[in-house]
């Protein structure tokens, strides 16, 4: 049975498919614009930090044959939202308590939804998806700039966070920047980078 339209409105009042996006849809100036103004951490930080600052502080860090992939990381973000880790994790435990193979089930649900979105948003850039060894690189860099987050952004935790206990910050220190200039920031860094809008720029 096919599923009904699940359908968000984007800042300029075109519709959305959650379910079933499509390139044709995307547009990387709202993207930028959006993930400016969606904050990191739920909003616990001792400086603001937005998920457009986090992909600047990843594509700083990253090799350049990289970086029109890292730059697209979190992009799916812009359409469902920034769900934190311990969240996933949390959410992933209730399911499973509440019905055998729930939990397993939640957690495929969200990456399939990642994974829809991140088509749509690839196929637009011009881009292919990133292959196995690309996302073990693209991790990389997202747990550097998580780090580098700590650092500048994030009071020290009384806990360890795991994987990222060993992984060095960049060396760059980075401090706030307000919504509009990271979301001009990141549409430049997008036109840059991706290969259909620097094609586009050339006509």
């Known amino acids: 049975m096919q599923s009904a ?17 499509t390139a044709d849809r995307i547009d990387f100036d709202e ?21 457009a600052q986090h992909t600047i502080i990843a594509v ?11 730059v697209l990381h979190d ?8 769900l934190t880790r311990p969240t996933v994790s949390a959410l992933e435990c ?5 019905e055998l193979g729930a939990g397993l089930a939640f957690r495929r649900a969200l990456d399939e939804l990642r994974r829809r979105h991140d088509e749509a948003i690839y196929t637009a850039a011009g881009l292919p998806m990133p292959s196995v060894e ?15 987050e700590r650092r500048d952004f994030l009071a020290r935790p009384r806990f360890r966070w795991g994987a990222i206990d060993h992984v060095p910050p960049a060396p760059r ?6 919504p509009f200039e990271t979301g001009t920031k990141l549409a430049q860094v997008f036109r840059t980078l991706l290969p259909a809008l620097s094609e586009r720029m050339l006509r």
């Open 5 to 21: 339209p699940v359908v968000a409105a984007a800042r300029d009042g075109r519709s959305i498919d959650l379910l079933s996006p």
């Open 31 to 51: 993207i930028a614009h959006t993930l400016a103004n969606i904050n990191r951490y739920a909003g616990s930080f001792e400086k603001p930090i937005s998920v």
């Open 60 to 70: 700083d860090a990253a090799p350049f044959s990289l970086k029109p992939w890292v």
């Open 75 to 82: 992009a799916h973000e812009a359409f469902i939202g920034d």
């Open 94 to 98: 209730i399911a499973g308590g509440l």
């Open 134 to 148: 690309q996302a073990r690189q693209i991790e990389k860099y997202d747990l550097i700039a998580l780090s580098t």
């Open 173 to 178: 220190r980075y401090g706030f920047l307000p």
